[in-house]
Antibody, heavy 120, light 111 residues
Framework: QITLKESGPTLVKHTQTLTLTCSFSAFSLYTSGEAVGWIRQPPGKALEWLGL???????RYSPSLKNRLTITRDTSKNEVVLTMTNMDPVDTATYYC????????????WGQGTLVTVSS | QSVLTQTPSVSGAPGQRVTISCTGS?????????VHWYQHLPGTAPKLLIYGNNNRPSGVPDRFSGSKSGTSASLAITGLQAEDEADYYC????????????FGGGTKLTV
């Protein structure tokens, strides 16, 4: 059974950089056909896709956030790291990582999510 | 504003059937990309309910079904149960702006 879990700070200050780690098991991001995505949900609002990293290290980012986002994978661990620069209070949200199947572009397994609050 | 448009809320009595719609455009649903549906209960992770327009992952009851036509898709829930009260999101892929995943704005189902 695939599992994912997000970790990182719960509180960041305005203009700081957010770094979140997604630790996963039961699949390898070096296996063809695998991908990990990041999605967030501000309080009371809809899900918003942030980005994807594929097994071949290709990355895709939300057009509206691509200048602030970087997604990387740790070559020695089953981890994916999301970095978001210049945080603003509007970035306060629950951040999820999820396993994606590029064949479908869906997200079949999700982490529990982590709430990140940005203080002004 | 979401790329995929969903009705903000729907309601139904226990045992009834409801449908939730998702409207896109020629660069996403209309371009032939699959539509997926998620059920999201407060405080929990979203759950994949329907993938590839009309496929149910293992463990999802057959009360849930999906369909797609043209630039729109629908999620149908029959035999409504109290536990179905949740937010439902559609999701697809969009080939504009270098390609990206897109979500609907969500529909709150009240039972």
């Amino acid at each position: 059974q695939i599992t994912l879990k997000e970790s990182g700070p719960t509180l960041v200050k305005h203009t700081q950089t957010l770094t979140l780690t997604c630790s996963f098991s039961a699949f390898s991001l070096y296996t063809s056909g695998e991908a990990v995505g990041w999605i967030r949900q501000p309080p009371g609002k809809a899900l918003e896709w942030l980005g994807l990293i594929y097994w071949n290290d290709e990355k895709r980012y939300s057009p509206s956030l691509k200048n602030r986002l970087t997604i990387t994978r740790d070559t020695s661990k089953n981890e994916v790291v999301l970095t978001m620069t210049n945080m603003d209070p509007v970035d306060t949200a629950t951040y999820y990582c999820a396993h994606s199947r590029p064949r479908y572009h869906d997200f079949d397994f999700w982490g529990q999510g982590t709430l990140v609050t940005v203080s002004s | 504003q979401s790329v995929l448009t969903q009705t903000p809320s729907v309601s139904g009595a226990p045992g009834q059937r409801v449908t939730i719609s998702c409207t896109g455009s020629s660069s996403n649903i209309g371009a032939g990309y699959d539509v997926h549906w998620y059920q999201h209960l407060p405080g929990t992770a979203p759950k994949l309910l329907i993938y590839g327009n009309n496929n149910r992952p293992s463990g999802v009851p057959d009360r849930f079904s999906g369909s797609k036509s043209g630039t729109s898709a629908s999620l149908a829930i029959t035999g409504l149960q109290a536990e179905d009260e949740a937010d439902y999101y559609c999701q697809s892929y969009d080939n504009s702006l270098s390609g990206s995943v897109v979500f609907g704005g969500g529909t709150k189902l009240t039972v």
